[in-house]
């Protein structure tokens, strides 16, 4: 295994460029790390968002099959209230709907 600053040299450049390592000297060598060190955190946030996405579309389809649910048995009641319609036609037209005071 290499050390951390050999393996950050290696990813910036690859094996080609190991005549040109030691000219870097320690600020080149520090700066190849920082370099990796942000590209492997930024590879995790990547992946953290991705996930964050995919389950946000979760949350969201299972919404919209309980809302659609819900609208369709409202929808079927013979003897529903005004404010029941009210909703029903505001969802179908697409209209936000806030139910706060």
């Known amino acids: ?19 040109f390592w030691p000219t870097l000297g320690i600020g080149g060598g520090l700066a190849a790390l920082m370099f990796t060190l942000w590209r492997q955190d930024r590879q995790e946030s990547q992946s953290r968002f991705e996930k964050l996405a995919a389950d946000f579309r979760d949350v969201i389809e ?23 319609e009210l909703l029903v036609e505001i969802v179908k037209k697409g209209k936000p709907i806030n139910l706060e005071p």
């Open 62 to 84: 299972d919404n919209t099959k309980a809302m659609t649910a819900l609208l369709v048995k409202i929808d079927d009641l013979p003897d529903r209230c005004a404010a029941a």
């Open 1 to 19: 295994m290499l050390p951390p600053l050999l393996q950050a040299l290696q990813a910036v450049g690859g094996p080609e460029t190991a005549p």
